[in-house]
Nanobody, 119 residues
């Protein structure tokens, strides 16, 4: 079992920045960030492979969000935030050896952290 704990959420004005962190109790192949807004399905945001550091992003966040990792965990730097980025953000871990951007591809999930962007 891998425990994931997110932190760094909060309230920010449109155009602002936030940095989310995810501490993992163990190592898997890929780490990802997902988000879920009220009334919407959970959606993929970004992923990174632990070993190679290769990344993948949803089109809606490309150029604004950056996923990274180090020995302390995985991070999501969010810049130029928009009200539509408001959601609960979840950290997830996958043992899959292929790139995964879907919920079933992830084996472990954190509890989520709220991000609210005001207009």
């Amino acid at each position: 079992q891998v425990q994931l704990v997110e932190s760094g959420g909060g309230l920010v004005q449109a155009g602002g920045s936030l940095r989310l962190s995810c501490a993992a109790s163990g190592r898997t192949v890929t780490m990802g960030w997902f988000r879920q807004s009220p009334g919407k399905e959970r959606e993929f945001v970004a992923s990174i492979r632990w070993s190679a550091g290769s990344t993948s992003y949803a089109d809606s966040v490309k150029g604004r969000f950056t996923i990274s990792r180090d020995n302390g965990g995985v991070y999501l730097q969010m810049n130029s935030l928009k009200p539509e980025d408001t959601a609960v953000y979840y950290c997830a871990a996958s043992n899959s050896i292929v790139v995964v951007t879907t919920i079933p591809g992830y084996d472990y999930w954190g509890q989520g952290t709220q991000v609210t962007v005001s207009s």
